[in-house]
């Protein structure tokens, strides 16, 4: 049964790295429950403390992870409807076969809400579109940090105790 946490354990984790550029899932909160799992083994001894930080850190990276991107288009003069575009565009650029089509996905995204917005300022939505962009890397990298770290901190707590696992 350890392995089999230990192995749904890293699953969990590398599916974190995943989840920081793909918005269905939360990366550093699915990097946490591999965190978890590996902590509910017979063999890593449960330690509250640690996981009680790292899952304030995951939630609160979560809760950001909403306000980045408008943030950056709101920093840049965009309105509501940059917003629901950057969001729009995020999923229809996930779905997309084109490469880097999130990327593309939020600033075409934004860029076409500020259009209905305003037809005439293209200025204005080029520069909210930007800021949309701008965001979603900002949002993407803080979450792979953090969840590389966790990856880096489930591989040391594993080599730990590796020579008990196998």
């Known amino acids: 049964m350890d392995i089999f946490l230990l192995l749904l354990g890293f699953v969990f984790v590398c599916l974190g790295i995943i989840g920081s550029f793909l918005p269905v899932l939360p990366g550093p909160l699915t990097s946490w429950f591999g965190l978890l799992l590996l ?3 017979k063999i890593i001894p449960m330690d509250w403390t640690f996981l009680g930080v790292t ?3 995951a939630v609160l990276i979560w809760i950001l992870d909403y306000f980045i991107p408008a943030m950056g288009t709101k920093r840049f003069g965009g ?3 940059g917003v629901y575009g950057t969001i729009i565009g995020l999923i229809v650029g996930l779905l997309s076969p084109i490469p880097f089509g999130m990327l593309i996905g939020a600033f075409l995204g934004a860029f ?3 259009m209905l917005f305003d ?3 293209t200025n204005r939505a080029i520069k909210a579109s930007f800021g949309a962009f701008l ?3 900002a949002s993407a990298t803080i979450k792979f940090s953090i969840a590389a770290v ?3 901190l489930f591989i040391i707590q594993f080599w730990e105790y590796k020579s008990v696992f196998f």
């Open 55 to 57: 899952l304030g850190l």
């Open 119 to 121: 037809s005439k300022d």
């Open 112 to 114: 076409i809400g500020e």
């Open 150 to 152: 966790y990856f880096v």
């Open 39 to 41: 902590h509910t083994t």
């Open 79 to 81: 309105t509501k409807y």
């Open 135 to 137: 965001g979603f890397l």
